[in-house]
Every structure is written in structure tokens, then in C-alpha cells.
């Protein structure tokens, strides 16, 4: 009961890990029900399999590694029972994934590994290693890697190894009809925060509402909205303290998980994006951001400087430090937003060019394709 109640408290990928010994009879069945699949090697143009990461994403709330699957399983539909590219996501592995990557590979499947962060001891501890053990094998087992961005590259290659097949950098993608900037802004009257994502741990939130209780000092009228989930023991204790003792009540929303539409909607209601993630290894929610027309205030760390320019947003100084989390400094933070707020229309602008230059998925698709027919063609 205990070591139940010690193991909710961890970020869901290192509960997979520590779980995975100890799933040895869920993946010998896993085995015996691949090796009487019938299942038959795809002759004709890549068709894909995303293993089960599916399962969970035909709905209304898709958020993390499965947003990206949606966008591939439109422009090339998974089959269970016949294909040729079999295409994971370190943020959002299936169940039993080597089992499935050897199953595959031995019938001829070609195997491309999506790259997202790594563990490292500043939010996995002791767990690093049982993190970060399974995308070891999965990445040395591919045909082709594709890193969500410079620094997910160099953190893999510092903390799993160097991928032994080709690879290439291609960025998150986001829908620009669907995240798209408001007909008419919401008025600066009074200044909308939005902070947004699976909150993982606590001073993520916290330092966004230390932020707005700074704006609130220097007696500018403005108010939060912290939408998604808050992952981290007593959460929601913690965060409702802080804001009765910052005298915040009136002025902050909490929002639970929210579908991409809401999202899109969230965005097109505020005028800035505070994501104050350390060392985040491709955001998707700062790029939706982006195409929103929001700029965005967070650490100048992770991935984070490969996606904001100067024009777009504000990225503050943080130690790079792989043994201890940073936040940003609130009161940089809030000088970061008036800053933003005093030319909007200017880093709005800029924000929406940014995503739609970058980021826009029907390039990052016809890039896959790319990739998956000369993986098909033996040219890869």
C-alpha cells in the first residue's frame, strides 16, 4: 500500500519504467499473441503502424507525444495487420515496444524512432537509468531517427549514445487552420496570462503565479488562466495556498485537461504564453502558442531558443544544470510581459510568421514521406 501510494507520485514515464521487470507475464502473452497475428508485410507504399500509441488519441483530449501520431495517421492510416513502416514516440511508447520493434524488424518492417527528451537526474533521480534504458535499445534498434529538435539530439546523444543509423532534426508540427490567431484580440485593458501543458512538477505553476502577483505590484490590471493537468503530490492543495496567500483569488482561472480545440480557443483568448519548463525538449504547446499569435516568456534552456526568436517572445537567462531544476526570475518574467504587451501587435505578429515558417505540419508530412519511401527504397 505504501510503495502504491510513493509510486503515484512519480511522472508517469518512470512508473512505466520501474513497472516493465515485473510485466514479465502481460509481455510473453504480448509474444504469443504476435506470433499468431496474421500478419502480412505491406508491398506497396509506406503504410505505417504506430504500435497501440493510438489507442488513447481517437478523441477529444490529445495532448503530448500522440498529437504529432494524429497528424501521420491522417496522411497515412495505420494498419494492425499489414505494413511497412513502423513508427514510434519516446513520449508516447506502447506498451511492450521492443517486443513489437523485434517482431516488426524481423518480417522486413522498417522501424523510425521519434526522439523527444531524455531522463536526467534533475527530475528522474534515482530512476534516470530505467528511464532512459528502454530508448536506448528502441533508438539503437531504428532505421531512422528523427530528434523534435537540436538539443532532444544532444541530449540523447549525451544520455542514450549516438544513433548508429541516419537521422535529422525536424521540429514539432502544428494544424496553423486550426490554432490560428483571434479575429480581434482580446484588449490589453487588462493583460491575459495562459499557462498550459501537463504540469508535472511545482514550480512550473507556481512561479507563473509569482509572476502575475509582480504585475499586480507595479499595478498593472492582470489575470492567469493555468489550464491541464497538475501532476505533482498535493498539487492542488499547493497551488490554491499559493494563490490565497498571493492574494490571487479573483484573478486566476484552473482549467482541467482540455481537447486541441479548446486549446486553440485558450490561446486565442490571452495575449501571452508563460511557460516557464526547464530545459523542455520541444514544446508543442509553445509552438500551438506561436501559431496562435501568442508570444511566449520562459527559460532561455532545452529546446525552448530553437523555437522563439527575439521577435516572437522573451527567453530569460537560467543555468544550464542537469542535477537541479531552474525557473525563470518572476520579476523577469513580468518586466519580460510588459515588455511583450507594451508592442503586442508587433510580437503577435511575429509569433504567427514563426509558426507558420517552421512549423506548419503539411511540410513536416511530406518530409515523413520522404523519409518512410526511401527507408522502403533501400536508399536510407
Same mark, same amino acid.
Request: with cysteine; net charge positive.
Given at each position: 500500500?505504501?510503495?502504491?501510494?510513493?509510486?503515484?507520485?512519480?511522472?508517469? %514515464?518512470?512508473?512505466?519504467?520501474?513497472?516493465?521487470?515485473?510485466?514479465?507475464?502481460?509481455?510473453?502473452?504480448?509474444?504469443?499473441?504476435?506470433?499468431?497475428?496474421?500478419?502480412?508485410?505491406?508491398?506497396?507504399?509506406?503504410?505505417?503502424?504506430?504500435?497501440?500509441?493510438?489507442?488513447?488519441?481517437?478523441?477529444?483530449?490529445?495532448?503530448?507525444?500522440? @498529437?504529432?501520431?494524429?497528424?501521420?495517421? #491522417?496522411?497515412?492510416?495505420?494498419?494492425?495487420?499489414?505494413?511497412?513502416?513502423?513508427?514510434? !514516440?519516446?513520449?508516447?511508447?506502447?506498451?511492450?515496444?521492443?517486443?513489437?520493434?523485434?517482431?516488426?524488424? +524481423?518480417?522486413?518492417?522498417?522501424?523510425?524512432?521519434?526522439?523527444?527528451? =531524455?531522463?536526467?537526474?534533475?527530475?528522474?533521480? $534515482?530512476?534516470?537509468?530505467?528511464?532512459?534504458?528502454?530508448?536506448?535499445?528502441?533508438? /539503437?534498434?531504428?532505421?531512422? =531517427? !528523427?530528434?523534435?529538435?537540436?538539443?532532444?539530439?544532444?541530449?540523447?546523444?549525451?544520455?542514450?549514445?549516438?544513433?548508429?543509423?541516419?537521422?535529422? =532534426?525536424?521540429?514539432?508540427?502544428?494544424?496553423?487552420?486550426?490554432?490560428?490567431?483571434?479575429?480581434? $484580440?482580446? *484588449?490589453?485593458?487588462?493583460?491575459?496570462?495562459?499557462?498550459?501543458?501537463?504540469?508535472?512538477?511545482?514550480?512550473?505553476?507556481?512561479?507563473?503565479?509569482?509572476?502575475?502577483?509582480?504585475?499586480?505590484?507595479?499595478?498593472?490590471?492582470?489575470?492567469?488562466?493555468?489550464?491541464?493537468?497538475?501532476?505533482?503530490?498535493?498539487?492542488?492543495?499547493?497551488?490554491?495556498?499559493?494563490?490565497?496567500?498571493?492574494?490571487? #483569488?479573483?484573478? @486566476?482561472?484552473?482549467? *482541467?485537461?482540455?481537447?486541441?480545440?479548446?486549446?486553440?480557443?485558450?490561446?486565442?483568448?490571452?495575449?501571452?504564453?508563460?511557460?516557464?519548463?526547464?530545459?523542455?525538449?520541444?514544446?508543442?504547446?509553445?509552438?500551438?502558442?506561436?501559431?496562435?499569435?501568442?508570444?511566449?516568456?520562459?527559460?532561455? %534552456?532545452?529546446?525552448? *531558443?530553437?523555437? @522563439?526568436?527575439?521577435?516572437?517572445?522573451?527567453?530569460?537567462?537560467? *543555468? +544550464?544544470? &542537469?542535477?537541479?531544476?531552474?525557473?525563470?526570475? $518572476?520579476?523577469?518574467?513580468?518586466?519580460?510581459?510588459?515588455?511583450?504587451?507594451?508592442? &503586442?501587435?508587433?510580437?503577435?505578429?511575429?509569433?504567427?510568421?514563426?509558426?507558420?515558417?517552421?512549423?506548419?505540419?503539411?511540410?513536416?508530412?511530406? /518530409?515523413?514521406?520522404?523519409?518512410?519511401?526511401?527507408?522502403?527504397?533501400?536508399?536510407?
Amino acid at each position: 500500500m505504501i510503495v502504491d501510494r510513493l509510486a503515484r507520485l512519480l511522472p508517469r %514515464s518512470v512508473r512505466r519504467a520501474l513497472r516493465a521487470p515485473v510485466d514479465v507475464p502481460a509481455r510473453l502473452w504480448f509474444r504469443y499473441r504476435l506470433r499468431a497475428a496474421d500478419f502480412h508485410l505491406a508491398k506497396d507504399g509506406p503504410v505505417l503502424s504506430y504500435g497501440a500509441a493510438l489507442s488513447q488519441s481517437i478523441g477529444a483530449l490529445v495532448q503530448g507525444g500522440r @498529437v504529432k501520431l494524429t497528424h501521420l495517421d #491522417r496522411a497515412f492510416p495505420a494498419r494492425a495487420d499489414s505494413f511497412n513502416v513502423l513508427y514510434l !514516440v519516446s513520449s508516447a511508447i506502447p506498451p511492450h515496444a521492443p517486443e513489437l520493434v523485434r517482431f516488426a524488424k +524481423e518480417r522486413g518492417v522498417k522501424f523510425v524512432w521519434n526522439q523527444n527528451g =531524455v531522463a536526467y537526474p534533475a527530475w528522474a533521480g $534515482p530512476f534516470t537509468a530505467e528511464v532512459n534504458d528502454p530508448m536506448r535499445a528502441l533508438l /539503437r534498434a531504428a532505421d531512422y =531517427v !528523427v530528434y523534435q529538435s537540436a538539443f532532444c539530439r544532444a541530449s540523447a546523444d549525451r544520455l542514450l549514445g549516438r544513433a548508429e543509423c541516419p537521422s535529422e =532534426v525536424l521540429f514539432n508540427p502544428v494544424d496553423t487552420a486550426l490554432f490560428s490567431p483571434a479575429e480581434t $484580440p482580446p *484588449p490589453r485593458t487588462e493583460i491575459r496570462l495562459l499557462a498550459m501543458g501537463t504540469h508535472t512538477y511545482a514550480d512550473r505553476v507556481l512561479v507563473t503565479l509569482r509572476c502575475l502577483a509582480e504585475l499586480h505590484r507595479t499595478g498593472r490590471a492582470a489575470r492567469l488562466t493555468i489550464a491541464g493537468p497538475m501532476q505533482w503530490a498535493g498539487a492542488d492543495d499547493e497551488v490554491r495556498r499559493t494563490i490565497s496567500a498571493l492574494g490571487l #483569488r479573483e484573478h @486566476v482561472a484552473l482549467r *482541467p485537461a482540455f481537447s486541441q480545440s479548446e486549446a486553440a480557443e485558450m490561446c486565442r483568448a490571452h495575449h501571452v504564453l508563460l511557460h516557464p519548463k526547464y530545459m523542455d525538449p520541444c514544446p508543442t504547446v509553445v509552438i500551438e502558442a506561436l501559431a496562435c499569435g501568442l508570444p511566449v516568456v520562459g527559460p532561455a %534552456s532545452g529546446g525552448l *531558443p530553437e523555437l @522563439v526568436d527575439a521577435g516572437s517572445g522573451r527567453l530569460l537567462p537560467v *543555468p +544550464e544544470d &542537469w542535477e537541479r531544476m531552474h525557473s525563470p526570475d $518572476p520579476v523577469a518574467m513580468s518586466n519580460a510581459v510588459q515588455e511583450i504587451i507594451a508592442a &503586442w501587435p508587433a510580437f503577435s505578429a511575429q509569433a504567427r510568421h514563426q509558426a507558420a515558417a517552421r512549423f506548419a505540419v503539411e511540410p513536416w508530412l511530406e /518530409r515523413h514521406g520522404e523519409i518512410f519511401r526511401a527507408l522502403l527504397a533501400g536508399r536510407q
